[in-house]
């Protein structure tokens, strides 16, 4: 079983920046390499959306609402997946999680919780 925890997250002003940090720890032995992992996140009343996927191999998709502004990485000697968040804008305030990418699995981590305002 892999366990994820992010960090990371705070408050920001708008156009500020974050990096957001998943460790993934427990029974990994080649899981983490092998793997694609995306980061997530779920406002206030909204569902959870995908934000940035990166692939195994390192391709990566961004949604349109964060297309170059944040740039999704990984780090398979650390297992650390990272999310570089610049430009932040208030509709960029949420939980951010991250998960399987493609296909998330349950249960969801903790998250950390980002927000933009001034």
């Known amino acids: 079983q892999v366990q994820l925890v992010e960090s990371g997250g705070g408050w920001v002003q708008p156009g500020g920046s974050l990096r957001l940090s998943c460790v993934a720890s427990?029974?990994?032995?080649?899981?983490?390499?092998?793997?694609?992992w995306g980061w997530y996140r779920q406002a206030p009343n909204k569902e959870r959306e995908l934000v940035a996927g990166?692939?195994?191999?390192?391709?990566?998709i961004y949604a349109d609402s964060v297309k170059g502004r944040f740039t999704i990485s990984r780090d398979n000697g650390k297992k650390t997946v990272y999310l570089q968040m610049n430009s932040l804008i208030a509709d960029d305030t949420a939980i951010y999680y991250c998960?399987?990418?493609?296909?998330?699995?349950?249960?969801w981590g903790q998250g950390t919780q980002v927000t933009v305002s001034s």
């Open positions: 990166i692939s195994y191999g390192g391709g990566t």
């Open positions: 427990g029974r990994l032995l080649n899981y983490f390499r092998t793997n694609g």
């Open positions: 998960n399987d990418y493609p296909r998330p699995l349950q249960p």
